[in-house]
Nanobody, 127 residues
Framework: QVQLVESGGGLVQAGDSLRLSCQAS????????VGWFRQSPGKDRELVAG????????VATRSVKDRFVASRDNDKNTVYLQMNGLKPEDTAVYYC????????????????????WGKGTLVTVSS
C-alpha cells in the first residue's frame, strides 16, 4: 500500500506563490506518474498538472499553464506543484494522485483512474 501526503497549502494573497509537496511512502515503486487535482465547492474535481515518473514530461491545464508546473525528486519520493501568480479562482483543495506506468513520458489524463490518492491540502487565495 502506498500513502500520499500533501503539504504546503495555506492562505495567500492574489499574486503570491506557493509550492505544494506530495510525499509518497509505503515503498512506492519508482515508475508512477503523478497528477495534481483540485476541487472547489460546487465544482467538479479537475486535473491541473501532472508529471511523468521520469520527470521528463509535464502537463498543465490551460487555465494554469503559464503559472503552475509539476516536478519531482525521485530520491525523496516527493512530487511538487509550483504555483505562481495565484488568483482567487485557484482557491480549492489540492490533491495529488499516483498512477503506475512504465512509460517514461506518460502523464495522467483527466479520464484516467488513478491508483492512489492523498487527502488534500487547502489553498485559499484572497483578493
Amino acid at each position: 500500500q502506498v500513502q500520499l501526503v500533501e503539504s504546503g497549502g495555506g492562505l495567500v494573497q492574489a499574486g503570491d506563490s506557493l509550492r505544494l509537496s506530495c510525499q509518497a511512502s509505503g515503498r512506492p515503486r519508482s515508475t508512477y506518474a503523478v497528477g495534481w487535482f483540485r476541487q472547489s465547492p460546487g465544482k467538479d474535481r479537475e486535473l491541473v498538472a501532472g508529471v511523468s515518473w521520469s520527470g521528463e514530461s509535464t502537463v498543465a491545464t490551460r487555465s494554469v499553464k503559464d503559472r503552475f508546473v509539476a516536478s519531482r525528486d525521485n530520491d525523496k519520493n516527493t512530487v511538487y506543484l509550483q504555483m505562481n501568480g495565484l488568483k482567487p479562482e485557484d482557491t480549492a483543495v489540492y490533491y495529488c494522485a499516483a498512477k503506475y506506468s512504465s512509460g517514461r513520458y506518460y502523464v495522467p489524463r483527466p479520464e484516467d483512474d488513478m491508483d492512489y490518492w492523498g487527502k488534500g491540502t487547502l489553498v485559499t487565495v484572497s483578493s
